[in-house]
Each structure stands twice: as C-alpha cells, then as structure tokens.
C-alpha cells in the first residue's frame, strides 16, 4: 500500500505525530524509511493499529468519499511501482535472451561433437601387417 510521512499519517488517522511515536517506541506500529530517508508509515500498518481513517474527506458530486493526500499519494506509488515492474519485466526479458542464445550455442556445439564421435567411430582402422620376427632393442 502507500507509504505515508508521519505527518501525513497523523493527521489523515486524526492522531498526534507524538502518538504515533509512542506506538512505534512501544512496537505496536513499524515504521518504514521513507523516499527521503526519514521515518514513514505503510497504511496498511496504520490500519492495522488504528483502524479506519478519521482524516478530513472530500465529497465529490456523486456523494462518495475521497482522501486527497491518500490518493495522490497512493497515485504517485503505484505509478513508481508500475515503472519498477516493467525494469524488471525488461531485465527478465534479457535475461531470458541470453539464456537462449546460451542454450543455442551449446546445441550446436553439443552437436559438433556428436558428429566428430560419429566420424571417429565408424573410421576405418588402419591395420598394421603382422610382424613374422620381433626386433630386439638391444643389437647383441
């Protein structure tokens, strides 16, 4: 889910950032490292302890409820999270070609060498005559 500064957290929650200090010093609520480094909260964690959100809302003509920090918080994630993806997507996909071209390239020696075993097996053997006295190495 979205990750939200503590700020953010406090008053979307209706909380004060010290509350939220005193639940993560106690371990009832984890912080997360933020974008910049600073301590954040996942909403999914401020849920999770809290419950529902108690945040101002806005109304739109249709009567349902949207949280502008939320959303645009949220809106902002996903869209890093899309563009995460598809990196790794591409780098599977590279990954995947050269796996291939790999995979190739060994068949074809794989086969080289089937062919060369095959060539050596069914050579013919050069047959030495037999020899009707052996020589002696040593002349006396």
Same mark, same amino acid.
């Given at each position: 889910?979205?990750? &939200? ?6 008053? &979307?929650?209706?909380?004060?950032? $010290?509350? =939220?200090?005193?639940?993560?010093? +106690?371990? *009832?609520?984890?912080?997360?490292? @933020?974008?910049?480094?600073? /301590?954040?909260? !996942? ?11 108690? @945040?101002? +809302?806005?109304?739109? $003509? ?6 502008? /920090? $939320? =959303? ?5 994630? &996903? ?13 599977? !996909? #590279? &990954?995947?070609?050269? *796996?291939? !071209?790999?995979? %190739? ?7 080289? +060498?089937?062919?060369?075993?095959? *060539?050596?097996?069914?050579?013919? +053997? #050069? ?5 009707? %006295?052996?020589? %002696?190495?040593? /002349?006396?």
């Amino acid at each position: 889910m979205a990750i &939200l500064t503590i700020t953010e957290a406090a008053k &979307l929650f209706g909380k004060s950032r $010290t509350t =939220l200090y005193k639940h993560n010093k +106690s371990g *009832a609520l984890s912080f997360v490292s @933020g974008s910049d480094g600073k /301590p954040a909260v !996942d909403m999914a964690e401020m849920l999770r302890v809290f419950g529902s959100v108690h @945040g101002t +809302s806005v109304h739109n $003509t249709q009567n349902e409820h949207f949280n502008t /920090p $939320t =959303l645009n918080t949220e809106h902002g994630l &996903l869209e890093e999270k899309i563009a995460a993806l598809q990196e790794v997507i591409r780098r599977q !996909d #590279e &990954l995947l070609r050269k *796996a291939d !071209d790999r995979e %190739k390239w060994l068949q074809e020696r794989l086969e080289r +060498s089937q062919q060369q075993i095959q *060539a050596l097996i069914h050579q013919p +053997s #050069e047959q030495q005559p037999p020899s009707a %006295k052996r020589k %002696k190495w040593w /002349p006396w």
